[in-house]
């Protein structure tokens, strides 16, 4: 297994980031990487897309020496083993129940010592049992990225408990999941903030982890500026490619209609 881009980046002391993936073509990977971002975030929590796209998704990271990035639907084992033998460089689990699904996390994600993770030589993340055995446990162990989301109550009061967990690189807040657990709808209330600051200093206590959040999310926008005050070590950036099509072709749109005066 290859040098972990984003892990590298967070071992400089640098912020990481990573692209959405958003739409179901492989190409939008490749665009991703050439456009210089150090990860793409393939989401299969929140996409139609199935393993066999993943997969796709996966190689074309690998071509474009970006860190592939996915995130499971939920803290499911044998889901987890299937994407990391296919090659992901990463995986984010959401909606942790708190220490204990994250440590199941662990054990999903990492070989023995550290979890127990399945094991098969002739995977494609095992470069199909040419790297030998040992080193792909390894490598696996180091460079693999684990992120957990921390989203609902208990993954939260036991936020600084789980950013001390061995096996674990990033706790992730989801502020659109997080301010439904606030009972929060403004972006600008106060106690979202203060939450937001509350698991930032509890992740930088724990002294393990870094913090995953996003940047320019409309849920709770924050700048990179901002972003790297909290301590945040890798963030995915919005606006998704979809909201980029959608937003460039309304333009499109709106010039030709004000040029040939059409209302």
């Not at 299969?44 to 897309?49: A, D, L, N, S, V």
């Amino acid at each position: 297994m290859r040098e972990n881009r984003v892990k590298k980046v967070m071992g400089q002391g640098q912020l990481a980031i990573g692209g959405y993936v958003s739409l179901a073509d492989p190409q939008v990977v490749e665009i991703i990487g050439l456009a210089g971002f150090d990860a793409a975030f393939i989401d299969m929590e929140h996409t139609g897309f199935d393993l066999a796209l993943v997969g796709e998704m996966i190689r074309a990271a690998d071509l474009v020496g970006a860190t592939s990035i996915v995130r499971v639907p939920d803290n499911d084992a044998k889901l987890i083993l299937r994407v990391l033998d296919m090659g992901a460089e990463g995986i984010v689990v959401p909606h942790v129940d708190g220490v204990e699904g994250a440590r199941r996390a662990v054990a999903a994600v990492r070989y023995a010592p550290l979890g127990d993770r399945g094991g098969a030589a002739g995977t494609r993340a095992a470069r199909f049992g040419t790297v030998p055995w040992p080193e792909h446990v390894r490598q696996s162990n180091e460079q693999i990225v684990l992120s957990v989301m921390a989203e609902d109550d208990r993954a939260i009061e036991q936020v600084e408990q789980i950013a001390g967990l061995d096996g674990i690189d990033l706790v992730a807040v989801g502020p659109t999941d997080l301010s439904q657990t606030l009972g929060v709808s403004d972006p600008k209330d106060p106690r979202l903030r203060a939450k937001v600051e509350e698991i930032a200093s509890a992740v930088k206590r724990a002294g393990k982890a870094k913090l995953q959040f996003p940047m320019n999310h409309a849920a709770f926008p924050l700048t990179p500026q901002e972003l790297v005050r909290l301590g945040v070590g890798y963030s995915h950036v919005a606006p998704p490619p979809p909201a980029i099509l959608l937003r460039a072709m309304q333009e499109s749109v709106r010039r030709v209609h004000e040029a040939t005066g059409r209302r």
